[in-house]
């Protein structure tokens, strides 16, 4: 990006750009966005139109991996595909109001200069002259832009030296291309390839799993690598639990037994493929009272759309909850923080008067079908909203006249399917670039609340866990002393002493969504590969027979097929001692 700018800067006249054009970053980017759909008279508050960050990151995608933009919804966002008119619009206009603010993106940085040097041969040639030996790191990682690039700038004199690692290629839902690293050799057949197969971190028997976990793939350059440090003699520990609450007890306990043994919690990790596997972890750790950090920064209860979700619950189970009204509404198209507190203040009239409050005790009235009924939708009904609020408005009372029909809540598991169904699914959509991983998370938050049958149990152990976790790391730094739980793309270019892989079931690891192509699921396992090559001397391998599901009851879980395809001999059955 940075020698797209510098070209640019000297020959962009040939695109129609000044030398001194600006470089969007992301929010100037989203800004520009939402003006551009605001001029094409698309109004988001009256339908749910993906907001300007995720129109940035689907015009990103179109760019980086050059595909059309139907595909790419298709492919990506199939929710969006009855809007693919008017998203084509947007593009369009962006494009146009870009050039007329003499405006780059980021992405524009490699693209308008690949289309440059397309279109202006004199211009190329300058380059391809200039740079006679072309060298790039984590080949791997690249898309189809910046591979076309390179190989239109090394067309002449084809001195390109990549260095990559085929076996750690994970980032395809980033817009990176596995085909530039496996067709290398084949785009330029007089290329060297150079193994380099002696490895200096894991122990042998870590690096046997590894290249036996590897194996399978089909599309791969074959490596066995080899270990330059002596045996332990401790083979990779496979641990089959009963469910996932003694998955998260013996993880805690062997990392006791770890910190025993002076291995520092730093220089612990437990890896998994979605952040949502680490939750019964989380509470486990802090039950405990042992230290630990997520790499994203953000612990599960902390989210906010699961802050978004938990806020229509705790309105219900006390209708005085402002925070949860005003996060709860803010969430309708129209309404922001003036038209909120005059919301607020409506509903509280009614309180003050008290009438409509469930939550005040009553004398006791008749029952059976006679007895007088509350209803939450009713009273929303009532108040005065914008009129660009007033349809999801009566869907938002309707809503929680189903989560709480007659004033009394449903168990907090089946509220929290209701409105994820009724009303945040669509929200989140158009809100959240990542929203596939958002709902997996709300998905399991209901199947979290499925323990719970009092929806003020349920609220109470949310804040006791919150505070909990705020107690045992205030203002926690790199610095100090905490266990590492990390997804394993997170964890990609670092390395533990201690390894905890989790969750290795099908479905889970690899994950339910790679299962459906040969491609996925050869990503998954390299995947895999990249969490096992993160431990140094220890790595255990776990997963339970048995999870809760979305429904009633407990679901068998088959281990990971990645696990079935390690030679038994390479690692030791744990059996864990039920207590």
Request: with cysteine.
């Amino acid at each position: 990006h940075s020698v797209g700018n510098r070209i640019l800067r000297r020959h962009g006249s040939a695109l129609g750009y000044s030398s001194g054009f600006t470089i969007m970053d992301r929010e100037d980017q989203k800004d520009l966005i939402n003006t551009v759909v605001a001029s094409a008279g698309i109004d988001p508050k009256e339908i749910r139109f993906p907001k300007g960050d995720v129109l940035g990151e689907i015009f990103s995608f179109v760019v980086n991996t050059e595909k059309g933009l139907e595909p790419l919804l298709a492919e990506k966002f199939p929710y969006f595909l009855p809007l693919l008119d008017r998203i084509q619009d947007v593009q369009e206009r962006y494009e146009r109001k870009k050039k007329a603010t003499n405006s780059m993106d980021f992405d524009d940085l490699l693209q308008k200069t690949l289309s440059m040097f397309q279109q202006h041969e004199r211009i190329a040639e300058v380059y391809r002259r200039q740079f006679q030996f072309i060298l790039v790191d984590e080949y791997q990682d690249t898309n189809k832009i910046q591979a076309d690039l390179v190989d239109l700038l090394a067309c002449d004199h084809r001195n390109v030296m990549v260095v990559g690692d085929d076996a750690q290629s994970i980032y395809s839902w980033r817009g990176a291309n596995f085909q530039n690293i496996l067709e290398f050799p084949k785009r330029y057949p007089d290329a060297q390839v150079f193994k380099i197969e002696m490895n200096y971190r894991s122990v042998p028997e870590i690096l046997e799993v590894a290249n036996a976990a590897i194996a399978a793939n089909v599309h791969q350059f074959r490596k066995h690598l080899s270990a330059t440090r002596e045996s332990k003699a401790l083979k990779p520990a496979l641990v089959a639990l009963n469910n996932s609450a003694e998955q998260a007890q013996f993880v805690a306990q062997r990392i006791l037994e770890l910190r025993d043994e002076n291995v520092d919690l730093n220089d612990i990790a437990v890896l998994y493929r979605a952040h949502y596997h680490a939750l019964e972890l989380q509470l486990e750790l802090s039950r405990r009272g042992i230290p630990y950090q997520i790499t994203s920064g953000i612990r599960f209860f902390e989210q906010a759309h699961i802050k978004d979700v938990t806020s229509f619950v705790r309105f219900i189970a006390n209708p005085r909850d402002e925070v949860a009204f005003n996060r709860m509404v803010k969430l309708l198209p129209g309404i922001g923080n003036r038209t909120a507190e005059n919301l607020w203040q409506a509903w509280t009239a009614g309180l003050v008067a008290g009438i409509d409050d469930p939550s005040r005790e009553k004398t006791p009235a008749p029952t059976g079908v006679n007895a007088p009924r509350y209803s939450f939708g009713e009273r929303l009904q009532a108040m005065n909203v914008p009129a660009k609020s007033k349809k999801l408005w009566t869907q938002l009372a309707h809503t929680l006249d189903e989560i709480a029909p007659g004033g009394q809540p449903n168990p907090p598991s089946e509220m929290i399917t209701s409105v994820v169904e009724a009303i945040y699914d669509d929200y989140a959509k158009v809100n959240f670039t990542n929203y596939e991983l958002r709902r997996e998370d709300l998905d399991q938050l209901a199947v979290f609340a499925r323990q719970f049958k009092d929806v003020h149990e349920f609220l109470s152990q949310l804040a006791l866990i919150s505070n909990v976790d705020a107690e045992a790391a205030p203002g926690q730094t790199s610095d100090k002393e905490a266990v590492n739980l990390s997804t394993v793309h997170q964890a990609k270019g670092l390395e533990f002493h201690t390894v905890f892989v989790i969750w290795l079931t099908d479905g889970m690891f690899p994950s339910s969504r790679s299962l459906d192509t040969r491609d996925a699921l050869e990503e998954e396992r390299r995947l895999f590969y990249v969490a096992i090559t993160r431990g140094r001397d220890e790595l255990y391998l776990t997963y339970p027979h048995m999870r809760l599901s979305g429904g009633y009851g407990d679901v068998f879980q088959r281990p990971s097929r990645f696990l079935q395809e390690i030679p038994n001999e390479l690692v030791e059955d744990w059996q864990v001692q039920r207590r």
